[in-house]
C-alpha cells in the first residue's frame, strides 16, 4: 500500500525588508492590534470591560465546563499511550543522531521555572489551606472544614489541579511541536503541529488565525500568571521594609505598588529575553532552582516535617486512587443547594485551572518543544509531564503542609487564614521564625519570586516572536522584544488597575476557549503522523523483503 510522504515543507510568508523583516505581517500586527485594543478598552471603558469580560466568563464557565473536564483527561491519556506505545515512545524530538542541547538539571530548571514555577510560592501555601477548609468531599459532608479528617482531601484537590492534569497539556503541546518542527522540518509555530489535518493550507489565512490565537492566549495566561506575581511580589516588598505605600488599606496592593512592581519585573524580563535562552533565561532558571531548593530544604527541616510527609505520601495515593473519578466528574446543580455550590466549586478551581493550563500552553508547549530537541518521546512525557508534578506535590505537602499544620495546632490561630494568598508564606514563615530571620527570609521569597517572575515571562516575550517570526529561533530584533515586553507589561497592570486580578481572570478563561480546540486537534494530528509513520516504516521493511 503506498501512503503519501509527510508534509515536510510549510512556507510561512515573512517580510523580507523593513521594520518586519523576517516576521509575518499578518500575524504580527494582528495580535498587536487585539492586545493594544485589550489594554484600551480596559483603560477607557472600565466599567464596560469589565461588565462584558464577566458576561462571557459566565457563559464559558456554564456551558463549556464538560468540554474542560473531558479534553483535559484526554491528554493525560494521550500522553500515558504516547510513553508507553513502542513506535512512539523511542522516537526522538529530532533526526535520530540528535543529542539534547542542555543538560538534564538546566532542561528541568528551564521546564519548571517557565511553566509553573512562580506558583509554588504563592498557592503551595495558599491552595491546600483553602482545600483544607472546603473542597467537594465538605459540600457533599464527607468529611469536616478545618478538621484532620480533611486534611488529605486538601492534597487531593491541590495535587489534581497542579499535576499530572496540568503537566499533560503541556506535555501534548510540547510534543505535538518539537515533533513537526525537528522531525519533520517545519517551522516551529503553533500551525506546523496540525500539518497532518490541513497540510498546505496552513500557509494561508488559517495558519494565520491558529497563531494569532496562540498568541493571544500566551499574553492572556502569562498576565494571569504575572498578577498572581505581581500581588505577592508587592506584599514581600511591603514585608522587607520597601514601604506601606505599596499596599491599600485593604493589605493588597496599592494602584502605585502595582505600577512599581510591573515595571520592575518586566523591566528585567525584557533585558533578560535580550539575551536569549542560552544565557539570561539558563543562568536564571539555574538560580531560582538552586534557591528553591534552598527554601524547599528549609520547609523539609524547619517545618512540620512529619505532617509533611504524610500529606506526600498519604495525599498522592488518595490523589492517585481518585484521579480517575475526578478527571471525569463534571457536577451538575440539580436544583439543589450542595449541587449549586459543587457547580460554583468547580467553576472557581477546576474548569478555571484548565482553562488557565491551556492557556499557558502555547507559551509553556513551545518552549518545552525549543529546550527539548533531541530527546526521545518516553524521555520528554516523563520530565514534562511527571517529574515536575512530583515536585508540584513535593512543594505543596512541605510547605502547604506547616500551614495546615499550624492552624491545627492552634500556633496561628487564624493567622494564615486571615491574610491575602499572596502573603500566606510569609505570615507562615513570621510564625516559624524570630523577625530578623524572618525579614531574611522574606528577602529570599522576594528575590525568588522575581527570578521567576522573570523566567516566565522573558521565555513568554521570545515565544511571542517566534511565532510571530514564523517560527525562526535565531536572534529577533530588538524593538519587537521590546513592544511584546511593553506589550505583557501593560496588559497586567492595566487589568490590574482597572479590575484586580478578576480581571485578568476573566479575560484568559475567555482566550484560552479558542486554543484548547486547537489542542485538541494538536493532539489528533499527532497520533495520525506518528501512526502513518508507522505504516511507511512497515510498507519499507515489505518492500526490503
Given at each position: 500500500m503506498s501512503i503519501k510522504p509527510p508534509l515536510t515543507d510549510l512556507p510561512i510568508k515573512t517580510a523580507d525588508r523593513g521594520f518586519y523583516s523576517g516576521f509575518s505581517v499578518d500575524v504580527t500586527i494582528s495580535s498587536k492590534l487585539a492586545v493594544a485594543g485589550l489594554v484600551l478598552w480596559a483603560v477607557a471603558f472600565p466599567e464596560q470591560a469589565g461588565a462584558v469580560l464577566a458576561g462571557f466568563n459566565s457563559f464559558i464557565l456554564s456551558n463549556f465546563a464538560t468540554w474542560y473536564v473531558y479534553v483535559m483527561a484526554a491528554f493525560v491519556i494521550a500522553c500515558l499511550g504516547l510513553a508507553f506505545w513502542p513506535s512512539a515512545a523511542r522516537l526522538k524530538l529530532g533526526e535520530d543522531h540528535d543529542e539534547p542541547e542542555f543538560s538534564r538539571f538546566s532542561w528541568f530548571s528551564m521546564m519548571f521555572g517557565a511553566g509553573i514555577g512562580v506558583g509554588?510560592?504563592?498557592?503551595?501555601?495558599?491552595?491546600?489551606?483553602?482545600?483544607?477548609?472546603?473542597?467537594?468531599?465538605?459540600?457533599?459532608?464527607?468529611?469536616?472544614?478545618?478538621?484532620?479528617?480533611?486534611?488529605?482531601?486538601?492534597?487531593?484537590?491541590?495535587?489534581?489541579?497542579?499535576?499530572?492534569?496540568?503537566?499533560?497539556?503541556?506535555?501534548?503541546?510540547?510534543?505535538?511541536?518539537?515533533?513537526?518542527?525537528?522531525?519533520?522540518?517545519?517551522?516551529?509555530?503553533i500551525r506546523s503541529s496540525l500539518a497532518p489535518l490541513f497540510g498546505e493550507r496552513l500557509s494561508g489565512p488559517l495558519g494565520h488565525v491558529i497563531d494569532i490565537v496562540a498568541v493571544i492566549a500566551t499574553i492572556l495566561g502569562v498576565a494571569q500568571m504575572l498578577g498572581f506575581g505581581v500581588e505577592q511580589f508587592v506584599s514581600g516588598m511591603a514585608r522587607i521594609g520597601i514601604g506601606d505605600w505599596l499596599l491599600n488599606e485593604q493589605?493588597?496592593?496599592?494602584?502605585?505598588?502595582?505600577?512599581?512592581?510591573?515595571?520592575?519585573?518586566?523591566?528585567?524580563?525584557?533585558?533578560?529575553?535580550?539575551?536569549g535562552v542560552g544565557k539570561g533565561i539558563k543562568w536564571l532558571s539555574n538560580?531560582?532552582?538552586?534557591?528553591?531548593?534552598?527554601?524547599?530544604?528549609?520547609?523539609?527541616?524547619?517545618?512540620?516535617t512529619w505532617f509533611g510527609l504524610n500529606a506526600l505520601f498519604g495525599g498522592f495515593w488518595t490523589y492517585v486512587t481518585a484521579l480517575p473519578e475526578m478527571i471525569f466528574t463534571v457536577y451538575q446543580s440539580n436544583g439543589s443547594e450542595t449541587g449549586d455550590k459543587l457547580v460554583g466549586w468547580q467553576g472557581g478551581w477546576t474548569v478555571f485551572y484548565w482553562a488557565w493550563w491551556v492557556a499557558f500552553a502555547p507559551f509553556v508547549g513551545l518552549f518545552l518543544a525549543r529546550i527539548s530537541k533531541g530527546r526521545t518521546v518516553r524521555e520528554f512525557v516523563l520530565g514534562a509531564a511527571i517529574a515536575p508534578a512530583i515536585m508540584c506535590f513535593v512543594w505543596f505537602s512541605f510547605a502547604g503542609g506547616t500551614a495546615i499544620d499550624l492552624e491545627l495546632n492552634g500556633t496561628a490561630n487564624g493567622a494564615i487564614f486571615s491574610v491575602p494568598d499572596g502573603d500566606k508564606i510569609f505570615a507562615m514563615t513570621d510564625l516559624m521564625l524570630s523577625p530578623v530571620l524572618s525579614w531574611l527570609m522574606a528577602v529570599l521569597i522576594v528575590v525568588l519570586l522575581m527570578t521567576y517572575l522573570v523566567?516566565?515571562?522573558d521565555s513568554a516575550v521570545l515565544i511571542v516572536n517566534t511565532i510571530n517570526a514564523a517560527g525562526d529561533e535565531g536572534p529577533k530584533a530588538r524593538p519587537h522584544i521590546l513592544f511584546w515586553g511593553a506589550a505583557l507589561g501593560l496588559v497586567v497592570g492595566a487589568l490590574l488597575l482597572v479590575g484586580g486580578l478578576k480581571a485578568i481572570q476573566t479575560a484568559m478563561v475567555i482566550g484560552a476557549l479558542p486554543f484548547s480546540i486547537v489542542m485538541v486537534l494538536m493532539c489528533i494530528a499527532l497520533f495520525k503522523a506518528i501512526y502513518r509513520d508507522g505504516l511507511r516504516e512497515r510498507a519499507r521493511r515489505q518492500a526490503a523483503e
Open positions: 509554588m510560592l504563592t498557592w503551595a501555601v495558599a491552595e491546600p489551606i483553602y482545600h483544607f477548609n472546603t473542597n467537594p468531599d465538605v459540600i457533599q459532608g464527607f468529611a469536616s472544614s478545618k478538621e484532620m479528617d480533611n486534611y488529605l482531601n486538601a492534597y487531593k484537590w491541590s495535587y489534581l489541579h497542579w499535576g499530572f492534569t496540568a503537566w499533560s497539556s503541556y506535555a501534548i503541546a510540547g510534543l505535538g511541536l518539537g515533533f513537526f518542527a525537528y522531525r519533520r522540518g517545519l517551522p516551529l509555530t493589605g493588597t496592593a496599592s494602584s502605585l505598588g502595582i505600577i512599581v512592581a510591573v515595571l520592575i519585573i518586566m523591566g528585567a524580563s525584557t533585558l533578560s529575553a535580550l539575551s538560580l531560582n532552582m538552586v534557591l528553591s531548593t534552598f527554601l524547599l530544604g528549609f520547609f523539609l527541616i524547619f517545618g512540620s523566567t516566565s515571562a
